[in-house]
């Protein structure tokens, strides 16, 4: 790795902003977010490592965002903290470099961490052990490992949908599954060779079978092929929910929740099985041009459904035992499977593919099931478009390991939205800045992520955009860095945000707070907050200590606080006197990921008015 002057890595960072292998942090202390990031540095294979720079930070109080240094007064202290926790964070001491630098006039800290050999990795926070312990460097973030990372670490190059299947054997397999797929590569090259194969032949070349014992169905063949009596036996989780609710959110009530079908069978008929289903559900409209006879329908586009389903069933992760879930509500259909992304989030969208089911994934791509590969989340944007719909938003979360695919069912810019963007003719603003006001409008907030998505453009694009409307009045910068949303600024922060939106459009206003209320602080104090609970509950707030080893203990408490309301994070951290960083990272997320506690928001994670509430029992 090259070594770079800190000046140097700063006009990199204000070149193109953070990558791969430069990371920015504004404080000067040797926190766990910078731990995290020489954890991913020395893990990520290929990377090389990577460089830190201390007593940097992002300006974003200018159109184009600078990144600025930041006096560091106690360079010693730090480097003496920042090389003890090196030595003794990790289940193997990591010796990165650290320099002292002057940039600006200001005194900065380069570290400089190297990439360790394979025989060392992966290494580990020894507090977390593996596989949660240890970090990857995703694009230009530090992502925890899930089971899904460690065959990287421990070269274990065969793909998972090889693993043989004990007690199985070729009378298992679907004939109807088999001869679907015939007929789909027939239509995309009748003189295909494997069309001329016997069963057994077209299974093994399709790598459907045990390399070892051909008479046995490894887990490709099985999901594709094999018999729905076969499949539950064997992975009874493995299935599809298809599950309708009435409204537009996550409804609580026990009695009258929601309707399930829960679907089985191989993939090669299941995919069909559930685009009938979704179809038949979704409302048909019509568009009838000035001129024409033929009316054009205005509905989801088939393909783009189609695109999302099969992505779901290809690259979700088969090492986790639980279903799919396709969720119907009235304004969207979202689309939960176990697995994240193996794509960093900036990269979704773009050419180039990464699958966890090579084999399963060849079969799809081959029959035309899948677009060309790399290229579906683009084709669904295309799709939804091109029908006038708002374009697909994606969610990769590997702390939870599952991807969200979600399908808006309302229209871009619809009648009344471009009503109510005549106001603003004189700005001359483009279309996805106008669905950016909208968007502000009707959720209260917006960050580079979803501008990005709505967009399909790069983060720097993004930022310059978003920063644009700020500059004009449109919108109200909150938070810092990478953690930056914007809500609506003194342009918007009118009567004019009540006008109703037509009835095509997602009534948002129901689902999230109005974008006046972001800008009111929350005037809890500890003691408020604690007047609303039981006095037993206050007890056992009081019994905990400082320190407390059983985690469950302050789980318990977390979940009995949200029966009692929703509260946000920092509210939560106040009642038990914790960080709320601490609070969120090992309470919060983990009760999520359990099912113990739900979002407020759950169409936008990230949102800056985002609380929690019990789950229903």
């Known amino acids: 790795m090259r070594n770079y002057t800190a000046k140097e890595l700063l006009d990199i960072l204000n070149h193109q902003d953070e990558c791969e292998w430069i990371e920015a942090k504004g404080g000067n202390n040797s926190s766990h977010s910078v731990m995290e ?60 470099k650290v320099s002292v630098e002057e940039v600006n006039g200001d005194t900065i800290i380069k570290v400089s961490v190297n990439e360790l050999p394979q025989s060392q990795k992966p290494i580990y926070f020894k507090s977390d052990g593996l596989p949660s312990g240890a970090y990857r460097r995703i694009g230009s973030t530090d992502q ?18 090889q693993t043989p299947i004990k007690n199985t054997n070729l009378a298992d397999i679907d004939e109807n599954a088999l001869n679907r797929y015939k007929t789909l590569r027939e239509k995309i090259n009748p003189i295909a060779e494997e069309l001329t194969y016997n069963n057994a032949e077209l299974l093994e070349a399709l790598g459907c079978v045990n390399k070892e014992n051909k008479q046995e169905l490894n887990l490709a063949g099985l999901l594709l092929f094999g018999s729905s009596k076969v499949l539950r036996s064997h992975f009874p989780m493995l299935r599809v929910d298809y599950i309708r609710v009435p409204g537009n959110q996550w409804v609580e009530d026990p009695d009258n929740r929601f309707t399930t079908i829960d679907m089985r069978g191989p993939l090669m008929l299941l995919i069909y099985r559930l685009i009938d289903a979704i179809n038949a559900d979704l409302p048909k409209g019509f568009l009838l041009g000035e001129n024409q006879i ?38 969207r259909i979202e689309i939960i499977n176990p697995g994240y992304s193996l794509k960093s989030e900036e990269l979704l969208g773009q050419p180039g593919s990464e699958t966890r ?37 994606f969610e990769s979360d590997r702390t939870k390991n599952q991807f969200v695919s979600r399908l808006l069912l309302h229209h871009f810019l619809g009648e009344n939205d471009l009503e109510w963007l005549k106001q603003f003719e004189g700005y001359n603003l483009n279309n996805y ?28 694009r993004a930022g310059v955009e978003l920063r644009y409307l700020k500059s004009l009045g449109f919108f109200k910068p909150k938070g810092k860095g990478k953690a930056t949303y914007y809500i609506a600024g003194k342009l918007l922060n009118s009567d004019d945000l009540s006008t109703p939106v037509n009835e095509l459009n997602t009534p948002a206003k129901k689902l999230n707070t109005p974008a ?17 609970l039981p006095n ?13 080893n059983d985690k469950s203990i302050i789980k318990n408490i977390i979940i009995e606080i949200c029966k009692e309301g929703i509260y946000k994070s920092k509210e939560i951290a106040e009642i038990v006197g914790k960080r709320e960083d601490y609070i969120k990272r090992s309470f919060l997320s983990e009760l999520i990921n359990e099912g113990r506690l739900i979002y407020l928001h759950p169409e936008m994670i990230n949102h800056p008015e985002q609380a929690y509430t019990a789950a229903k029992d």
């Open 37 to 96: 990031t020489v954890c991913s540095y020395s893990n990520e294979p290929g990377l090389d490592g990577g460089f830190i720079l201390l007593g940097v930070a992002q300006d974003d109080s200018q159109l184009f965002s600078q990144y600025k240094t930041i006096h560091i007064d106690d360079p010693d202290k730090f480097q003496r903290d920042f090389i003890s926790q090196c030595s003794s964070m990790f289940n193997i001491p990591v010796r990165p």
């Open 144 to 161: 925890k490992c899930t089971e899904d990372d460690m065959h990287i670490f421990y070269t274990d190059y065969k793909s998972y949908d």
């Open 294 to 331: 033929q009316a054009n329908s205005t509905g989801l586009p088939l393909k783009a459904l189609r695109e999302a389903i099969v992505n779901a069933l290809m690259h979700r992760s088969y090492r986790e035992h639980r279903p799919i879930q396709l969720i119907r509500y009235d304004n």
């Open 357 to 393: 089911n090579p084999f399963i994934a060849a079969v799809f791509h081959e029959t035309n099931l899948a677009e060309t590969k790399g290229s579906g989340i683009r084709a669904m944007r295309r799709l939804m478009e091109q029908a006038q719909l708002v374009p697909p938003t």
């Open 433 to 460: 800045q106008k669905q950016a006001l909208i968007f502000v409008r009707e959720v209260g907030a917006i960050d580079n992520y979803t501008y990005r998505q709505m967009s399909d453009t790069d983060v720097v």
């Open 516 to 532: 006046k209320k972001l800008n009111t602080p929350v005037q809890h104090t500890n003691t408020s907050l604690r007047n609303n």
């Open 536 to 548: 037993e509950l206050i007890q056992k707030i009081d019994a905990l200590g400082k320190r407390v």
